[in-house]
């Protein structure tokens, strides 16, 4: 089925902008980034758009889609009514470069501060041995695409610019989390994700979980272990007696 979509896309730039409207076909079996490259080619040709794969698996092409973050190329015409108006934005928790474009500056340098993979010392390579079990729960971690849309709906930044200096976000606490697991880092990470990268300021909403296109349970496998881990260090009592007693960290 062919029919004409009815449109509202952002175009604008760091200093401003406003959502503009435009009817463009749409066609059996599309996605949204689709309508956006048929904008680009019919209407808006100097309409900006970050996109490199086109199969969910690059992360490039992360935006809203009537308000919920979404991957362009992951969202389906099908789930919308012929009549109903489709609204596109960047990525709220970002500033933007033009239109579409968000910049995400703020992750890299997020990530830039989680202390790498740190084996044993006398550990070469080649001599790491774990076990499947650990293999398995790290490799959850690691299918992340760093789409970002966990970094976007996460309201302690979404809301709250302030907080951006101190709190790294779901998707570097799960990094810090899937090293602090892991049985061949010798870091360790607790007090780093809560003093250095704002552990404390997560309440486990599990928003950034629901917008996971990888389906990785964020929050459950990643932030609440971690904030046990953390619990565990600072307030067991019988850790806090043994710290005393032999001047020494769990």
């Not at 690059?58 to 012929?82: D, Q």
């Not at 971690?141 to 966990?150: A, D, M, P, Q």
């Not at 790294?168 to 049985?183: I, K, Q, T, Y």
Request: proline share 5%; net charge negative; glycine share 8%.
């Amino acid at each position: 089925m062919t029919y004409k979509g009815h449109f509202r896309i952002w175009r604008g730039d760091e200093e401003g902008g406003s959502l503009e409207d435009f009817e463009v076909e749409v066609n059996e079996g599309e996605v949204v980034l689709d309508i956006i490259h048929r904008l680009q080619a019919t209407q808006a040709p100097d309409l900006a758009v970050r996109w490199n794969c086109k199969a969910g698996k690059c992360g490039s092409c992360s935006a809203e889609v009537n308000g919920r973050p979404r991957l362009l190329c992951m969202t389906r015409m099908s789930i919308f009514s012929a009549d109903e108006i489709i609204t596109v934005t960047p990525m709220r928790a970002f500033s933007v470069i033009k239109d579409l474009v968000p910049d995400v500056s703020y992750n890299y340098t997020k990530a830039r501060e989680v202390t790498s993979f740190t084996p044993p010392e006398g550990l070469g390579p080649g001599e790491y041995r774990m076990q499947q079990e650990d293999v398995e729960r790290s490799q959850e971690f690691r299918k992340c695409i760093e789409c970002f849309l966990c970094q976007d709906t996460c309201h302690v930044v979404r809301d709250h610019e302030e907080n951006k200096s101190a709190f790294a976000g779901p998707r570097f606490l799960m990094r810090a989390a899937e090293l602090e697991m892991h049985p061949l880092d010798a870091a360790d990470r607790r007090d780093d994700a809560q003093d250095e990268h704002g552990l404390g300021m997560c309440n486990i909403t599990k928003c950034c979980t629901e917008v996971c296109p990888e389906g990785i349970k964020i929050t459950d496998n990643a932030l609440i272990p971690m904030k046990e881990r953390v619990a565990g260090r600072r307030y067991d009592p019988v850790v806090w007696l043994g710290n005393k007693l032999f001047k020494r960290g769990s």
